[in-house]
């Protein structure tokens, strides 16, 4: 069951920190965030202490003087192209050499778009994601969001990045179970400073959109799948993102509900947005504009 603590970490992608241990497997550093104080929830390693403690040292100081919240240095103006990828490649090093995740990748997707990424399990469906999200970094090859090389951003801009650009979407929902599902639609808007009483009007608004109506006031546990699912998509859209990310946002839904959540995000790629969603539902993909395959 998710805690409160990792539902705000997930939530606040920039405090998302990749760590290969020693077995090379991957670890997610959670930060709670309590505005302006963050709080190490977990730390899997020895060595995630130190790196943590930047992240949080940055994120409070960005928090402190405000620089979270201003305006992104990737400008907001309706731009045609979105992502534009080109030859990127991610790899672990390992003892026996490099393990290649995924190699020689490139997308073109322009604002108004939507695609499905499939693959087999094990393909990096959700590194490639990480990469488009900014949580990870390609090791080579060329990654432009909204026309900025994505290589030149520093970690501050990449923070900002993903509070005020990127929306995403989990497999599990993640949504806090000790809050209402208005309080949980609204926290990224929160998040970024906007006014209680401005966020829930906004929280209220997208849920009506989205058939939520009448169900502001439930925890998540009063819902069904498919409710807490098209929950988190409306906390995905809350904030009015330029790019949408979902990891698999159908694998524990039935096909009524599976159905409805696919056509809400593909409907989600307005002259505002893009969406990218991972998937094995050959109906989802079927769905978007452009699929791209990876082995």
């Known amino acids: 069951m998710a805690t409160a603590a990792s539902v705000h970490s997930a939530l606040i ?27 190490m929830s977990r730390i899997p390693m020895r060595n995630a202490i130190p790196l943590a403690s930047k992240r949080i040292a940055l994120y409070s100081h960005l928090c402190d003087s405000g620089e979270l919240f201003a305006t992104s240095p990737i400008g907001l103006n309706v731009m045609e192209n979105a ?50 999200g900014l949580i990870e970094s390609g090791n080579s090859g060329e990654y432009l969001l909204f026309g900025q090389d994505t290589a030149s951003l520093s970690e501050r801009a990449r923070v900002k990045q993903r509070l005020s650009n990127i929306g995403f979407v989990f497999q599990d929902h993640l949504l806090d179970p000790a809050l209402t599902i208005m309080h949980n639609v609204g926290l990224p808007l ?53 790019i949408i990310i979902a990891d698999e946002p159908t ?19 307005s002259q505002r947005s893009c969406v990218i969603i991972a998937t094995h539902d050959a109906r989802v993909a079927a769905a978007c504009d452009k699929i791209v395959t990876l082995n």
């Open 13 to 39: 992608a920039s405090a998302l920190d990749p760590i290969v241990n020693e077995s090379n497997s991957f670890w997610i550093i959670m930060i709670e965030i309590r505005l302006p104080i963050a709080a």
């Open 83 to 132: 992502i534009l990828m080109k030859g990127v490649s991610f790899s672990w090093d390992t003892k026996e050499g490099p393990n290649v995740v995924f190699n020689d990748f490139s997308l073109d997707l322009d604002i108004g778009e939507s695609c499905a990424i499939m693959g087999p399990s094990g393909s990096g469906k959700s590194t490639l994601l990480n990469v488009l």
């Open 190 to 242: 929160l998040y970024q400073g906007i006014p209680r009483a401005r966020a829930l009007e906004r929280s209220n608004i997208i849920l009506e959109e989205l058939g939520l109506s009448g169900l502001e006031r439930r925890k998540p546990e009063q819902l069904s799948a498919g409710q807490r699912q098209r929950a988190a998509i409306a906390r995905a859209l809350c904030s009015q993102p330029r």
């Open 251 to 269: 694998s524990a839904l039935d096909s009524k509900n599976a159905d409805i959540v696919t056509r809400l995000l593909v409907e989600s790629a």
